[in-house]
């Protein structure tokens, strides 16, 4: 009876072991498996190509190029130019109402020399002297609305020829001279000749008429603009410029200016 039971404790035991045995078996296989799958997916997914950047990304677009700070100044130079001209006898303008030509628009017109320029529908012209283009545009848009519905107005300037200037003294080539464009003093004495051997070129004298007929003076050095130490000056309208030097000093000449006014207003001008 006692070896029936020992028996039957051995073979519980035995089978007990056993079940424990291929449980553990069991789970080793499992994470082998699960490592393996795991193993496999991280392969599949090293395997799988990545996607190209995409076109809408900014990183990857060209920078374009700035455009040059010189440019800018150029354009924003001239257009001012032209915006700040007052008009007068001799410059050469086009008046263009869009959709309205050759009927209303007249090209190429020569100021005359009472700056009133003749155009269709407007019986008395238009007096165009002292004002830039764009207020000749704004009048003659005012007028014509009596007579066109909506008229869209454009006044250009195709070549200016009434503001001059002068450059006199110690210089190779002196004389007056049209301002077609914004002149500087040194450019001006350039296209003069240059200044002479007795000219001093640490005195240049720019001379303006102010608003109210008087003469204002102001003394730049050319010496100092080409050594990049003085800003560049810009004439005005109606402008001199003297290069003092040996025998012809700032003082000799506005007398000899005062003079010539004096005997304009006298006799008159035969120019």
């Given at each position: 009876?006692?070896l029936?039971?020992?028996?039957?404790t051995?073979?519980?035991?035995?089978a007990?072991?056993?079940?424990?045995?291929?449980?553990?078996v069991?789970?080793?296989t499992?994470?082998?498996?699960?490592?393996?799958?795991k193993g496999?997916a991280?392969?599949?997914a090293?395997?799988v190509p990545?996607?190209?950047?995409?076109?809408?990304s900014t990183?990857?677009?060209?920078?374009p190029?700035e455009?040059?700070a010189?440019?800018?100044?150029v354009?924003k130079?001239?257009?001012?130019?032209l915006?700040?001209?007052?008009?007068?006898?001799s410059?050469i303008?086009s008046?263009?109402v869009f959709g309205q030509?050759p009927?209303?628009?007249?090209l190429?017109k020569?100021v005359?020399?009472?700056a009133?320029i003749?155009?269709?529908?407007i019986r008395?012209?238009?007096l165009?002297?002292?004002k830039?283009?764009e207020?000749?545009?704004?009048?003659?848009?005012?007028?014509?609305d009596?007579f066109?519905?909506?008229?869209?107005v454009?006044v250009?300037?195709?070549?200016a020829?009434?503001t001059?200037y002068a450059?006199?003294?110690?210089?190779?080539a002196?004389g007056?001279r049209?301002?077609?464009r914004?002149?500087?003093?040194?450019e001006?004495?350039?296209?003069?000749?240059?200044?002479?051997?007795?000219g001093?070129?640490?005195?240049?004298?720019?001379?303006s008429?102010?608003?109210?007929?008087k003469l204002?003076?102001?003394?730049v050095?050319?010496k100092?603009m080409?050594?990049g130490?003085a800003?560049m000056?810009?004439?005005?309208?109606?402008?001199?410029?003297f290069?003092?030097?040996?025998?012809f000093?700032?003082g000799k000449?506005?007398s000899a200016?005062?003079?010539?006014?004096?005997?304009?207003?006298?006799f008159?001008?035969?120019f």
């Amino acid at each position: 009876m006692k070896l029936l039971v020992f028996l039957r404790t051995t073979f519980l035991i035995a089978a007990a072991l056993a079940l424990t045995a291929t449980v553990s078996v069991g789970q080793a296989t499992a994470g082998k498996a699960k490592e393996g799958k795991k193993g496999s997916a991280a392969k599949g997914a090293a395997k799988v190509p990545l996607p190209a950047p995409s076109s809408d990304s900014t990183d990857d677009l060209p920078v374009p190029a700035e455009t040059p700070a010189g440019d800018d100044t150029v354009l924003k130079y001239y257009d001012n130019y032209l915006k700040e001209y007052r008009l007068g006898p001799s410059d050469i303008i086009s008046v263009e109402v869009f959709g309205q030509c050759p009927e209303y628009c007249i090209l190429s017109k020569p100021v005359p020399p009472n700056a009133r320029i003749s155009y269709p529908l407007i019986r008395e012209g238009i007096l165009v002297a002292g004002k830039t283009v764009e207020q000749v545009a704004v009048e003659v848009t005012a007028k014509l609305d009596e007579f066109i519905i909506d008229p869209k107005v454009s006044v250009t300037l195709e070549k200016a020829m009434s503001t001059r200037y002068a450059v006199m003294g110690n210089v190779a080539a002196p004389g007056v001279r049209i301002m077609d464009r914004k002149v500087s003093v040194y450019e001006a004495i350039l296209e003069s000749g240059g200044v002479t051997r007795d000219g001093n070129r640490d005195k240049v004298y720019i001379i303006s008429y102010s608003k109210d007929g008087k003469l204002s003076r102001q003394t730049v050095s050319l010496k100092q603009m080409e050594a990049g130490k003085a800003e560049m000056v810009f004439l005005s309208p109606g402008d001199q410029v003297f290069v003092e030097g040996k025998g012809f000093t700032i003082g000799k000449f506005l007398s000899a200016l005062g003079q010539a006014s004096a005997a304009r207003t006298l006799f008159g001008s035969p120019f």
